[in-house]
């Protein structure tokens, strides 16, 4: 079974910044698809961003394009998102996730990754 773990979350005043870091101990984990989620309260999981195997490509919502970034090193197993120029409407708990099937694109629905962390939270204040 694959485990992410998610670390990074927390307060932050609304122009803020937040790196959040997703490690796995998986084997394969240079081989994943990786991408990170959030849900806030009363609203669906929505996608945020995600990066292919080799950081190769990337893909964005709209909403953080150019403020977020994301980013991995599979010699630490780890994904990276940094969070710049944080807005209240970000205020949600973040899900990182892996994707084991290969792809040229990087997905956006959730159902195309395969395995979750357990989500860290984040909260941007006015």
């Known amino acids: 079974q694959v485990q992410l773990v998610e670390s990074g979350g927390g307060a932050v005043q609304a122009g803020g910044s937040l790196r959040l870091s997703c490690t796995t101990s998986a084997r394969t984990f240079s081989s994943f698809i990786m991408g990170w989620f959030r849900q806030a309260p009363g609203k669906e999981r929505e996608f945020v961003a995600g990066i292919s195997y080799g950081n190769s490509r990337t893909n964005y919502a709209d909403s953080v394009k150019d403020r977020f970034t994301i980013s991995r090193d599979n010699t630490k197993n780890t994904v990276y998102l940094q969070a710049s120029s944080l807005k209240p409407e970000d205020t949600a708990v973040y899900y990182c996730?892996?994707?084991?099937?290969?792809?040229?694109?990087?997905?956006?629905?959730?159902?195309?990754?395969?395995?979750w962390g357990q989500g860290t939270q984040v909260t941007v204040t006015s």
């Open positions: 996730a892996a994707g084991q099937t290969y792809r040229i694109y990087v997905p956006r629905k959730p159902e195309d990754y395969d395995y």
